[in-house]
Structures are given as structure tokens and as C-alpha cells.
């Protein structure tokens, strides 16, 4: 079976993140990592809730810009949450992380840890040069107040895509990637390049002492397969872990409300012939149905939300 087929992702809208106070993280990502508001809405009734499968959901969204890239921070205004387990690890398979590209790791490590941040990293790490595909990549790990998990990475002139390398005076850039823990690359690539249409972008090993103290993970091994929509921009990497090993699953009962949601906004160009092959394939819905939006303020058109084979949840979108 190709993996080229008619029905494909396009490209990643937006990394939507599930918060327990809009207000604290909007001060967060705009002020420690210079995101910019681009809009804050509130939406309610029968269809976000059969979108999000949570019944009588009124959520309040605001969206954000770095660079070139959106964030979505959604806040369940009437509905309390679970958060997100605090032993939380890099190899539970519920892990995902947005990776933040900076002009200068010092200068944007020094500033994040001047706000309430928990570090996952020791401090910044440097991939060694005999990893081909990260060699001279700089980076760190944290946690936003609500415990998402979020890396700072810089590229040496060698690596990652030429917009991270134009000259300008900002910091902080843009996104490059969401990386998720996963139990099987096969599996996931399955459902993100056979199904979805998504193609291999890079392929590494990272491991060594680099990896333990990035991760916090003592003797890290870590398979990463980088994945890219046709129309580039952001990317998946898929993590995963031979050692220490699989971390524990995502809990069947989580939902949509519970802070530890994050879904990927996946543009894509016929959602009604995806959707079939999805159903095909047996993959999870989340929605009860394709939700068709015809409120202008709202950013698209057709929306469902899946899930991966892990439980990562994916947002089909027709703009």
C-alpha cells in the first residue's frame, strides 16, 4: 500500500494544549517565551461538545503566535479537570512536548528560569557530534505552570530547517516540533505516514549521558523518527524509549477537559473521505461525528478528533 494516497495531512494548524487557567498561561507563554495573543473566544453548545466528547463543554480559547506558529491554550470553564500526574516521566506514553527554537539557548534558558518553571533537564545539553542527525543540537526540557512539557532547542548552521537560521533579533522563533512518546515506531507510522500521509523526515538515536540528563532519565536510549506534513512547517517526532524501556499508558478515562490533552491540528483535505479510511482502519474517534462549524470567528470548517495508537489525540481539521 503507498503511502502517497489522495486523502492527506497538509500541514500542522496549531498544538492545541488543555490548561487550568487561560489567564496564567497566557502570561506565561507571552512573557516568558515572547508568544504573541492572536485571538480569545469562548465557545459553547451541542457541537464543541460532541467535538471534544465532553458533554456541556464551554471552553474558553485563546490562540497564540510565535513566529510563524500557532498554539491553542483551551480552559473547560465549567468543568474541573484531572492534572497532569506529577511523577510524570519522558517515556509515559502520554508524554508530548512542543519544541521552542531559540537564537540563543543561554540567553533563553537564563530567561525561562527567571519564571516558575520545573526543569526536566539538568541544564542545556549538547548532542554529541557522532549523533549524525542531532550532532551540535542544543537543548532543554522543562515544564510550563501546569506541568506541559516544553524543550528549548537551538540548531547549529548545519541542522534543522533555513528559516531557523534568517537573521532577525528575536530569541525566541518558533516551533519546530511535537514530540509524543510512543510504545511501537511501526505502529505510529502506520497511522501517521500510511494513513495520514505524513512522510519520514529523519531517523536517529539519541542516547549517552546527553540523553539521561535531558530527559532526567537515568541511561536514556531513545529512538526518534521525525515526521513532516507535504507542506512542511511543523513537524512529529515520534520517541520511542528502549531504555529504561515503555512508561506507563495513557489512562483510558482521560478526556478532552483533563490537563493533560494536547492535540495536534492536522489540515487536511477531505476529511470525509480520511474519516472513512480511519473507520477502516480501526482507529479511535473521539468525535461522535464530522462537526461542521459555520461560525466565521471560528478558524475552521470541519473538525473531528481521533486518536493515535497510543491515545495521543489528533484534530482533523478542513479550514
Same mark, same amino acid.
Given at each position: 500500500? &503507498?503511502?502517497?494516497?489522495?486523502?492527506?495531512?497538509?500541514?500542522?494548524?496549531?498544538?492545541?494544549? $488543555?490548561?487550568?487557567?487561560?489567564?496564567? &498561561?497566557?502570561?506565561?507563554?507571552?512573557?516568558?517565551?515572547?508568544?504573541?495573543?492572536?485571538?480569545?473566544?469562548?465557545?459553547?453548545?451541542?457541537?464543541?461538545?460532541? =467535538?471534544?466528547?465532553?458533554?456541556?463543554?464551554?471552553?474558553?480559547?485563546? $490562540?497564540?503566535?510565535? +513566529?510563524?506558529?500557532?498554539?491553542?491554550?483551551?480552559?473547560?470553564?465549567?468543568?474541573? +479537570?484531572?492534572? @497532569?500526574? &506529577?511523577?510524570?516521566?519522558?517515556?509515559?506514553?502520554?508524554?508530548?512536548?512542543?519544541?521552542?527554537?531559540? #537564537?540563543?539557548?543561554?540567553?533563553?534558558?537564563?530567561?525561562?528560569?527567571?519564571?516558575? *518553571?520545573?526543569? @526536566? &533537564?539538568?541544564?542545556?545539553?549538547?548532542?554529541?557530534?557522532?549523533?549524525?542527525?542531532?550532532?551540535? !543540537?542544543?537543548?532543554?526540557?522543562?515544564?510550563?505552570?501546569?506541568?506541559?512539557?516544553?524543550? =528549548? *532547542?537551538?540548531?547549529?548552521?548545519?541542522?534543522?530547517?533555513?528559516?531557523?537560521?534568517?537573521?532577525?533579533?528575536?530569541?525566541?522563533?518558533?516551533?519546530?516540533?511535537?514530540?509524543?512518546? *510512543?510504545?511501537?515506531?511501526?505502529? #505510529?507510522?502506520?497511522?501517521?505516514?500510511?494513513?495520514?500521509?505524513?512522510?519520514?523526515? #529523519?531517523?536517529?538515536?539519541?542516547?549517552?549521558?546527553?540523553?539521561?540528563?535531558?530527559?532526567?532519565?537515568?541511561?536514556?536510549?531513545?529512538?526518534?523518527? +521525525? =515526521?513532516?506534513? !507535504?507542506?512542511?512547517?511543523?513537524?512529529?517526532?515520534?520517541?520511542?524509549?528502549?531504555?529504561?524501556?515503555?512508561?506507563?499508558?495513557?489512562? %483510558?478515562?482521560?478526556? %478532552?477537559?483533563?490537563?493533560?490533552? @494536547?492535540?495536534?491540528?492536522?489540515?487536511?483535505?477531505?476529511?470525509?473521505?480520511?474519516?472513512?479510511?480511519?473507520?477502516?482502519?480501526?482507529?479511535?474517534? !473521539? #468525535?461522535?461525528?464530522?462537526?461542521?462549524?459555520?461560525?466565521?470567528?471560528?478558524?475552521?470548517?470541519?473538525?473531528?478528533?481521533?486518536?493515535?495508537?497510543? +491515545?495521543?489525540?489528533?484534530?482533523? *481539521?478542513?479550514?
Amino acid at each position: 500500500m &503507498s503511502s502517497q494516497t489522495d486523502v492527506q495531512v497538509q500541514r500542522i494548524r496549531a498544538i492545541g494544549l $488543555t490548561v487550568t487557567n487561560c489567564n496564567r &498561561s497566557v502570561d506565561f507563554y507571552t512573557q516568558a517565551l515572547a508568544f504573541e495573543l492572536v485571538s480569545d473566544i469562548t465557545v459553547e453548545g451541542q457541537d464543541y461538545s460532541d =467535538l471534544e466528547g465532553v458533554n456541556g463543554a464551554k471552553i474558553r480559547i485563546i $490562540t497564540l503566535r510565535l +513566529g510563524d506558529e500557532l498554539i491553542d491554550l483551551m480552559e473547560y470553564l465549567n468543568i474541573q +479537570g484531572k492534572p @497532569i500526574p &506529577s511523577d510524570s516521566q519522558s517515556n509515559d506514553l502520554w508524554f508530548q512536548h512542543l519544541a521552542i527554537v531559540v #537564537s540563543d539557548i543561554d540567553r533563553a534558558y537564563a530567561q525561562v528560569c527567571s519564571f516558575p *518553571i520545573e526543569p @526536566i &533537564s539538568v541544564a542545556p545539553q549538547t548532542i554529541p557530534p557522532e549523533n549524525k542527525a542531532s550532532g551540535g !543540537v542544543r537543548a532543554f526540557k522543562f515544564k510550563d505552570p501546569d506541568g506541559h512539557d516544553l524543550e =528549548l *532547542i537551538w540548531f547549529p548552521p548545519d541542522k534543522g530547517q533555513d528559516k531557523w537560521h534568517q537573521k532577525n533579533h528575536r530569541l525566541f522563533l518558533g516551533i519546530d516540533h511535537s514530540a509524543i512518546a *510512543i510504545s511501537n515506531t511501526e505502529q #505510529s507510522l502506520h497511522f501517521y505516514c500510511n494513513i495520514l500521509g505524513m512522510q519520514i523526515d #529523519s531517523r536517529s538515536l539519541n542516547w549517552r549521558a546527553t540523553q539521561s540528563r535531558l530527559d532526567n532519565l537515568p541511561g536514556a536510549e531513545v529512538k526518534i523518527t +521525525g =515526521l513532516r506534513p !507535504v507542506q512542511d512547517g511543523v513537524g512529529i517526532e515520534l520517541l520511542d524509549y528502549i531504555v529504561p524501556g515503555k512508561g506507563r499508558p495513557m489512562p %483510558s478515562d482521560w478526556k %478532552s477537559c483533563d490537563i493533560a490533552h @494536547i492535540q495536534i491540528e492536522l489540515v487536511v483535505n477531505n476529511l470525509e473521505q480520511l474519516v472513512d479510511k480511519l473507520r477502516r482502519n480501526g482507529v479511535q474517534f !473521539v #468525535s461522535s461525528r464530522i462537526v461542521q462549524f459555520s461560525d466565521r470567528s471560528f478558524p475552521y470548517k470541519q473538525s473531528c478528533l481521533v486518536k493515535d495508537p497510543d +491515545g495521543h489525540a489528533v484534530l482533523l *481539521i478542513v479550514e
